[in-house]
């Protein structure tokens, strides 16, 4: 149990680490040539990639939301590290987070640092090929939280429901804001590379973007209600993400005024009836198909002892 505990803390923290380098790096992408490690500042290179949907740069203030919100998150898993329960330390047993979390997270930073090296550079295909897989990385980060809660969620919900939110709120909720973040931005380099490296018309890459982003909504929808409701029940920052960059995209006056600015006007209007309609559902089955019942409940520890290594 020892070693187990040691390794939790070691993967923690260098979840953090990674992070803290990443969140550095992009600090000095902002700056570009000043700072050594750049050629060139990200908004730049972003205005010489303009496309239809190229969001205005208020949206950005999303990106300073997110990282207060990840350093939130990390501040009450460290906090964690000091906190004891009956059996042992609260951040082994339950661990809520298992190993698989923080590996995927440092993968994750990785992937972040060399995404700046590229998009820097301009190597737009490779760019959208790690734009993607930050997306998904996300979303294997999430399958991790939403394994430990599946597994110790009624525990928690029992003895340490303050801590069954904040997971909940800080972690998946964040994590969730990033990956949509990272996914959404997968559809613009979409339409840059579409753009500027294919001889597809500009407005038909548009067009072809925004039915992508559209239909990858409405399945999100089913797939998070109907077959993944106990998984994700509580996760609700996916559709303000994409609600405030197409609001972004409409507003911006450097793109072109076009037919591209209704269909993106009528998306943002699907999508904001779909998260209201989302959170109705989400309140309703909190109050008549509550998660957890009143089951007999097994010890952590017993629960830890049947789960695979990677979800310990």
């Not at 067009?207 to 106990?230: A, S, T």
Request: glycine share 4%; aromatic share 14%; with cysteine.
């Amino acid at each position: 149990m020892g070693d187990c505990i040691s390794v939790r803390v070691l993967l923690m923290l260098l979840a953090l680490i990674s992070y803290l380098i990443s969140l550095t790096f992009n600090i000095l992408a902002l700056f570009g040539p000043w700072t050594g490690a750049f050629m060139q500042t990200t908004q730049y290179v972003l205005s010489k990639s303009t496309t239809h949907l190229t969001p205005d740069r208020w949206v950005l203030f999303l990106w300073d939301v997110l990282n207060v919100w990840l350093i939130g998150m990390f501040i009450y898993l460290i906090h964690n590290l000091r906190r004891r329960e009956a059996y042992t330390w609260m951040y082994t047993t339950p661990a809520v987070l298992p190993y698989g979390f923080y590996l995927s997270w440092i993968v994750n930073s990785i992937l972040n640092m060399a995404w700046l090296f590229l998009y820097d550079k301009e190597k737009m295909v490779p760019t959208l090929l790690i734009t993607a897989l930050q997306a998904i990385s996300n979303c294997v980060i999430i399958m991790f939280s939403c394994c430990g809660l599946v597994v110790y969620g009624a525990w928690l919900h029992k003895y340490h429901n303050n801590d069954l939110w904040l997971i909940r709120i800080l972690v998946q909720n964040g994590v969730a804001l990033y990956a949509t973040w990272w996914a959404v931005a997968t559809f613009l380099h979409l339409t840059v590379v579409l753009d500027h490296q294919t001889p597809i018309p500009k407005t038909d890459a548009a067009i072809m973007v925004l039915v992508l982003l559209q239909l990858g909504l409405i399945g999100w929808f089913v797939i998070e209600n109907w077959y993944l409701d106990k998984h994700v029940r509580y996760i609700l920052t996916v559709y303000p993400v994409v609600i405030l960059v197409l609001a972004a995209s409409v507003a911006n006056p450097a793109t072109p005024g076009t037919h591209i600015d209704i269909m993106s006007a009528v998306i943002l209007a699907i999508t904001s009836v779909i998260f209201i309609v989302r959170i109705i559902m989400v309140l309703w089955k909190h109050k008549n198909k509550p998660l957890y019942g009143e089951e007999e409940l097994r010890s952590p520890v017993d629960i830890a002892r049947t789960q695979k290594l990677i979800f310990m």
